[in-house]
């Protein structure tokens, strides 16, 4: 097989790209704000200032991590299972009604937040949960549904029909038939599904800016926003906080990777 040079140079050329600002990032943490502006902003620092984590820390940072923690968890988890539910419902349901449903999901892919958030606010409002972490989670597991029931149901179609056919012999119901055997199947498209719906809850900026109000419901990407106004010249204390509030996405990656690739080219070559 003869190698492609010039695809493996743009390969290193394009990681190199992609480095460079994680590295610029890690490397202005570690300044101290006088080394910061008295240096080359590229060369690493040879005294290490750890002081910037601490200060990130102590300006409530746990706090913010906690909200978007719950945010991220009481939007991915009703979100999985709803979509999974709705998904087994589409392929599997033999009636007429559900044949149209796929592509009203698939149209829900068209409708951009922006456009709706001013209905948003007023039913929110109108629930009385405005300033409540509740009012963040709903529009999630709304938005997040076309997507994940698109991707769920691409892999569920991919279960062959004899196993279904088997755990019918076997007098299995559609409950049992649903989480015995799809559910397990389709594992890899659910997590891809968790993973990519919650890194979009945990980098999630307009809802916590326009349905919250309180400093104790800030989440991570709103807290940045503000930490950043409070430290606008100390460059590396606000890198700090960028790598501190990227650590649990990173290692919830590192654990749901192996299944994107698999999860995302589920269905694709039927």
């Given at each position: 097989m003869r190698r492609n040079w010039l695809g493996g140079a743009f390969g290193w050329l394009w990681l190199l790209l992609v480095l460079l600002p994680l590295y610029f990032v890690a490397v202005t943490s570690l300044k101290s704000i006088s080394t910061y502006f008295g240096s080359n902003p590229v060369l690493p620092s040879p005294q290490l200032a750890f002081?910037?984590?601490?200060?990130?820390?102590?300006?409530?940072?746990?706090?913010?991590?906690?909200?978007?923690?719950?945010?991220?968890?009481?939007?991915?988890?009703?979100?999985?299972?709803?979509?999974?539910?709705?998904?087994?419902?589409?392929?599997?349901?033999?009636?007429?009604?559900?044949?149209?449903?796929?592509?009203?999901?698939?149209?829900g892919l068209a409708i951009p937040v922006q456009a709706t958030i001013v209905p948003i606010y007023l039913i929110i409002i109108q629930m009385h949960m405005y300033?409540?972490?509740?009012?963040?989670?709903?529009?999630?597991?709304?938005?997040?549904?076309?997507?994940?029931?698109?991707?769920?149901?691409?892999?569920?179609?991919?279960?062959?029909?004899?196993?279904?056919?088997?755990?019918?012999?076997d007098g299995c119901t559609e409950w049992q038939k649903m989480w015995r055997l799809a559910f397990p199947i389709c594992q890899p498209a659910i997590v891809t599904v968790a993973v990519y719906q919650a890194l979009m809850s945990w980098n999630g900026f307009l809802f916590p800016l326009i349905l919250t109000q309180s400093p104790d419901k800030r989440t991570l990407p709103l807290a940045l926003w503000n930490f950043q106004g409070e430290y606008a010249t100390n460059v590396p204390v606000v890198m700090a906080a960028v790598i501190l509030s990227s650590i649990p996405i990173i290692v919830l990656y590192a654990f749901g990777r192996r299944y994107l690739v698999s999860g995302m080219t589920a269905g694709s070559g039927k």
């Amino acid at each position: 097989m003869r190698r492609n040079w010039l695809g493996g140079a743009f390969g290193w050329l394009w990681l190199l790209l992609v480095l460079l600002p994680l590295y610029f990032v890690a490397v202005t943490s570690l300044k101290s704000i006088s080394t910061y502006f008295g240096s080359n902003p590229v060369l690493p620092s040879p005294q290490l200032a750890f002081e910037n984590f601490t200060a990130v820390l102590e300006a409530d940072f746990t706090m913010y991590l906690l909200n978007s923690v719950l945010v991220a968890l009481g939007t991915v988890v009703p979100l999985v299972i709803m979509a999974f539910m709705a998904s087994f419902a589409v392929v599997r349901s033999g009636h007429r009604f559900f044949s149209p449903v796929r592509s009203l999901f698939l149209l829900g892919l068209a409708i951009p937040v922006q456009a709706t958030i001013v209905p948003i606010y007023l039913i929110i409002i109108q629930m009385h949960m405005y300033d409540s972490l509740v009012a963040l989670m709903l529009p999630g597991i709304a938005f997040g549904l076309p997507l994940s029931v698109l991707i769920i149901s691409n892999a569920m179609r991919d279960v062959p029909k004899e196993l279904f056919e088997a755990m019918d012999i076997d007098g299995c119901t559609e409950w049992q038939k649903m989480w015995r055997l799809a559910f397990p199947i389709c594992q890899p498209a659910i997590v891809t599904v968790a993973v990519y719906q919650a890194l979009m809850s945990w980098n999630g900026f307009l809802f916590p800016l326009i349905l919250t109000q309180s400093p104790d419901k800030r989440t991570l990407p709103l807290a940045l926003w503000n930490f950043q106004g409070e430290y606008a010249t100390n460059v590396p204390v606000v890198m700090a906080a960028v790598i501190l509030s990227s650590i649990p996405i990173i290692v919830l990656y590192a654990f749901g990777r192996r299944y994107l690739v698999s999860g995302m080219t589920a269905g694709s070559g039927k």
